[in-house]
């Protein structure tokens, strides 16, 4: 409490006094002028003592003002919390700071134990403060705020002198929060890390384990407290110690984390575990590095690669197997189809009735729709194998599509049923992609619509789906009125060797593989297929195919191969390389029938020797001949050392292989062209007359 002083202190003001009752006492009424001069004189030192001892007093006390008044500035704007208990524990002066850590006013404070305030937890705490308060104490408790939660304080109590308690508040709510979440984050990883089933760990630079995780003694059985200290040379694999110690060394070096080479560790029962680790280093002091890795079993991980090495190997070598056998059976099947097909088609070039000639001409389509099954199967084999490889080539969509439909034309006329084909006009028809993949997958959807359709129609249709300055997203559309496909049978139908209904095959006939190659060749084409269908309805199977836009390709006239101008020209030579009986009987006599000359030779060795005597305009070269093989052959005669008349004759590969690698082989080994077997007569003429005239390799 402030208090102003008095006029006079109380011993001058009783000396004036003093003074004044003596003058007027013993002032006399006859004293001489001199007397009550003096008197006056000593009255007025007086006065004047006094006057300069009550400005003295003024100016202490104005200074004594402003210092208190300087005080209770700080006491209030101080950021610690001030407060004055009584004896009791009575709040009696509280500064604005610590008013605000509770919450409430100081008239609402003061005269409030303090006591109250202090967390129930806590309150011992604050009792054994204020016992030994005579010197100052300090202790972290908990204070309760206005609104009932709790802050951290850091409290110091002194006892004054006139039996006060002088008690200072500093708020570490803060870092009492980071020092919990600092705790909870260390347990959180202490949990991690004795959890881990990775072996934690850190290495002194001289390579001794300086901490282990619990991990270690699960993996090794070794304890945590014999391995400490110890150097990793104990335990790591002689054979695996040198790449171990260069990977160490480089992490301690540059600092550039990264994982090691997979090095084995020994068990303590004899055993050896392999293991990879990712390690970095980690500064203790200044240019003084730990190692802190952490090493992951990889045994079970490296012995299931083994395995899968091997199955890998195995797999790879049956699949090679399965392609070899199937090329095999190809070329097994195709020969003697091929003197089957041959004799049929020599048949037909003499006198028949029609009956016959429709004889014949069964025989010979059920032949070729044989060897169609064995190139499905083959491109089967293909795609499994991952072999399929898509051409890409300058060609007109309509003329694709318009000798498709023409093929499937005379079929559907035989069955009564109307087969159409439209292309909308914005559809890109110069294009650049492989023309035969997808003239496959509109033939293998157009035969099927013809097969399953007894009356009615089949209608192709072709529009964009979408298209920028490159490529265009074609969809091709194939509707029918036939038996369409149950609703429960439609997620089967694209799989191999599935037909919709187990009578299907033994009435309509087909091996089930038209729409597994159709699809996986859209796919390859960066499409899709699919299919709607309603049972007793018919049925609209559709796909997408992305493909370049192409250069224009000049319309060319469809001109008939003059097969029959040879009988009254000149015979042109060739030779038919084959070791096959009915091979060398059959193709001269197709071939006579077109004007060809045609002279026979058994194996290669045969044929360096005929080519040597004499000049032939083609060489029909059978690949797999006894002796000397064609490929054999086709090397010495395209050697500019050997002895034939001629190292640049057209070199025809005739092979029961058809798979792209057989083809691949053929034009590797210097032919310049290749027919599978069994050979078709349209498609021989067809190459005969694109070597013979004007063709080129």
Known sequence: MKTRPPGLPQDLRRRAEEILRESDSQLPEAASPEEIKLLLHELRVH???????????????????????????????????????????????????AATLFGFSREQLRQQPFKQFVCKDDQDLFYLC????????????????????????????????????????????????????????REKYKAVVDNSFDVIFSLTTRGEF???????????????????GNSYHHFIHPDDITSWAVYFQGILLTGISKTSPPFRVKHSDGSWRCFIANGARYAIADKEWLFIGVAHDVTEQLEAEGNLLQAKAAAEAANIAKS???????????????????????????????????????????????VLILNDILDIAKIEAGKIELERYDFDLRQVIAETINHQALTAREKGVELVASIDSDVPTALKGDPLRVRQIVRNLVQNAIKFTSKGSVALHIRTDDEDEQSCTLRFLVRDSGIGIAADKLPHIFKPFTQADGSTTRTYGGSGLGLTISKQLAELMGGSIGVESVEGEGSTFWFTVVLEKGDAIPATPDLPIARGDRKSSPRIRILLAEDDPKAQLIV??????????????????EVLRALEAEDYALVLMDCMMPGMSGYEATAVIRDPASAVRRHDIPIIALTGNAMKQDVERCLAAGMDDHLPKPLILDDLLAKLEKWLEGGSR
């Open 324 to 370: 070899q056998f199937l090329s095999t059976m190809s070329h097994e099947i195709r020969t003697p189809m091929n003197g089957v097909i041959g004799m049929l088609q020599l048949l037909q070039y003499t006198e028949l009735t029609p009956e016959q000639y429709e004889y014949i001409e069964s025989a010979k389509n059920s032949g070729l729709e044989l």
């Open 588 to 605: 001269p006599k197709l071939l006579k029938n077109h004007g060809y000359q045609t002279d026979v030779v058994g194996d290669g060795n």
């Open 210 to 228: 300086q901490f282990l995780s619990s991990s270690w003694e699960r993996h090794f059985g070794y304890t945590i407290g014999e391995t400490l």
């Open 130 to 185: 204020q016992q030994q308060a005579n010197t100052p104490q300090k202790a972290e408790l908990r204070l309760q705020r206005a609104d009932g939660s709790f802050f951290w304080v850091q409290i110091g109590a002194t006892l004054s002198a006139d039996g006060e308690y002088w008690i200072t508040l500093n708020d570490i709510s803060e870092r009492m929060q980071m020092e919990e979440t600092l705790r909870m984050s």
């Open 47 to 97: 006065q004047i003592q006094l006057e300069m001892q009550n400005e003295a007093l003024r100016s202490a006390y104005t200074a004594l003002d402003a210092s208190q008044a300087r005080y209770f500035d700080l006491y209030d704007l101080a950021p610690v919390g001030y407060l004055t208990l009584s004896k009791p524990g009575l709040i009696q002066e509280v500064n604005f700071a």
